[in-house]
């Protein structure tokens, strides 16, 4: 079998220890209901943004989208760029090209330059709060090379049968890796999410697409960073014996309604 190279495993012990809830019990109740693909595509780019600061929620999402009201302004036209690239998620493969495709798609309202649309950065980036530094991503150096790793153990686990609690162990784990990685200079924490997606219905099939992380993830917004910063303050030091905390929020989406 081969071995993965940057997606660490031997927290996985841990985690099936001390996740409690049962996923495939779970699981099977969101697969016994119709899904609507637009709806909770919608419901989990309005969430995601809003993790991001962006103030419009999901109500006015829909009133201005329906209405044709507002939909002109960056904080509208930034949810939907979102939407495209989930909507492009939803028909194509995970792999490094339709992510970077996705990453275009999604920053195109950004202010960022047009370069670094669909690309990785080539500078190095830090993560601030308004007072202090908070983490710092991965040296601009290796970035390229940190991202085939990641995408070649995307390819692997794609490829392996894995319980449902392997494919929700690894889905948190490509969600954080990407994080810790922070690949581009805006727009991470909305690919992240979008993966982590894109990887359970790799695995669980299309019912997946209407697990509620990002709603999860918005409600818990204070726990989601601290659990994300445990790993610690910079690429180099990152230590993923701390991650179990962020690992263990994702099964708890499948009781979000």
């Known amino acids: 079998m081969e071995r ?20 495939f019990k779970h699981f099977n109740k969101i697969k016994n209901k119709n899904i609507d693909l637009g709806y909770v595509r919608k419901a989990a780019v309005v969430y995601s943004s809003m993790i991001e600061g962006n ?14 009201m507002n939909t002109k302004t960056k904080s509208f036209k930034e949810i ?12 194509h493969v995970l792999n490094e090209k339709n992510v ?11 202010a960022v330059e047009d370069k670094y649309k669909g690309t990785y950065r080539d500078k190095n980036v830090s993560v601030m709060n308004a007072y202090e530094v908070v983490y710092t991503g991965a040296d601009k ?44 200079s805006d727009g991470n924490g909305r690919t992240a999410r979008l993966m982590e997606k894109w990887f359970l219905v790799s695995k669980l099939g299309k019912d997946a697409w209407s697990i509620n992380s990002e709603k999860l993830y918005l409600k818990r917004n204070k726990s989601y960073h601290k659990n994300i910063n445990r790993i610690g303050k910079s690429y180099e030091t990152v230590n993923y014996d701390y991650a179990i905390p962020f ?3 994702l099964p708890m989406a499948l009781k979000i309604k």
Do not use: W
């Open 100 to 110: 970077l495709h996705c990453h275009k798609l999604l920053t195109n309202t950004s």
């Open 80 to 91: 939907t760029d979102l939407e495209e690239a989930y909507s492009f998620a939803q028909k």
């Open 141 to 184: 150096q290796i970035v390229k090379k940190e991202m085939k790793r990641l995408f070649k153990d995307i390819s692997i686990l794609r490829k392996r049968n894995l319980s449902i609690t392997q494919v929700f162990y690894f889905a948190s784990m490509i969600h954080l890796v990407f994080v810790a990685i922070h690949p581009f």
């Open 4 to 23: 993965l190279s940057i997606i660490p495993t031997r927290q996985f012990a841990k985690y099936k220890k001390e996740q409690k809830l049962t996923l």
């Open 247 to 249: 690992l263990k929020m």
């Open 55 to 68: 103030p419009i929620d999901l109500d006015t999402y829909y009133k201005y989208y329906t209405s044709g």
